[in-house]
């Protein structure tokens, strides 16, 4: 089983639409969540960070489910530019700080 | 304060050659990691450094592949004798020291080999 899986989509969306992504991850011992954004051909970016209680930034809202070990991103009101692919990490924090990324979810958000 | 600073951007050497790669962490950053990502595909994890000391290698190709964070100096990503399938972008992140942090990606470097 991959340390951290995701569905690579991609999921094609009309603006305006609202979309989730989903990602496991097998080490329990697993302590810190993000969500990081890809553009083709650029360096990953953080779009945010997953706390137990749920957050949300704007448009975006982060889940985190420690029983079923899976966390969540939720878009809102898609718009053309959040045409990317969305990274999950996972950090552990077992005396290594080793971050573990999925392989990504494709989006693309059409007129 | 500079972000990650990564260079060469663009690199480009012949089958046999070494490559030699370089991040400088962002102010404050003693966490490295490198990743290598191949076109379409997800990044892998290399290895994660701290200041003189190697903390995880487990994703390094053992043979060919070094790493190094001095006391002084950038992370230095070393591939020596390079081959075709190294061809690849290799991305460097820097974070804080201590648990939660999130870390933050350099440009990366685009490694061509013909």
């Known amino acids: 089983r991959k340390e951290v899986e995701q569905d690579p989509g991609p999921f094609n969306v009309p603006e305006g639409a609202t979309v989730a992504f989903n990602c496991t991850y097998s080490?329990?011992?697993?302590?810190?969540f993000f969500w990081y954004r890809q553009d083709c051909r650029k360096e990953p970016k953080l779009l945010m960070s997953?706390?137990?209680s749920g957050n949300e930034d704007g448009r975006f809202t982060a889940q985190l489910n420690r029983a079923s070990q899976y966390i969540s991103l939720l878009i809102r009101d898609s718009k053309l530019s959040d045409s990317a692919t969305y990274l999950c990490?996972?950090?552990?924090?077992?005396?290594?700080?080793?971050?573990?990324f999925g392989t990504g979810t494709r989006l693309l958000v059409s007129p | 304060n500079a972000g990650v600073m990564q260079n060469p951007r663009h690199l480009v050497r012949r089958r046999g050659q070494e490559a030699r790669l370089r991040c400088s962490p962002m102010?404050?950053?003693?966490?490295v990691y490198w990743y290598r990502q191949l076109p379409e595909e997800g990044l892998k994890f290399m290895v994660y450094?701290?200041?003189?000391?190697?903390?995880?290698e487990s994703g390094m190709p053992k043979e060919r592949f070094s790493a190094e964070f001095p006391k002084e100096g950038p992370s230095i990503l070393r591939i020596q004798q390079v081959v075709r399938g190294d061809s690849a972008a290799y991305f460097c992140?820097?974070?804080?020291?201590?648990?939660?942090?999130?870390?933050?990606f350099g440009q990366g470097t685009r490694l061509t080999v013909v």
């Open positions: 450094l701290q200041k003189e000391n190697i903390i995880d």
């Open positions: 080490n329990s011992a697993s302590q810190s």
């Open positions: 992140a820097s974070s804080q020291q201590g648990g939660g942090t999130e870390a933050f």
């Open positions: 102010k404050g950053h003693s966490h």
């Open positions: 990490v996972v950090k552990w924090d077992t005396g290594f700080q080793k971050l573990v």
């Open positions: 997953v706390y137990s």
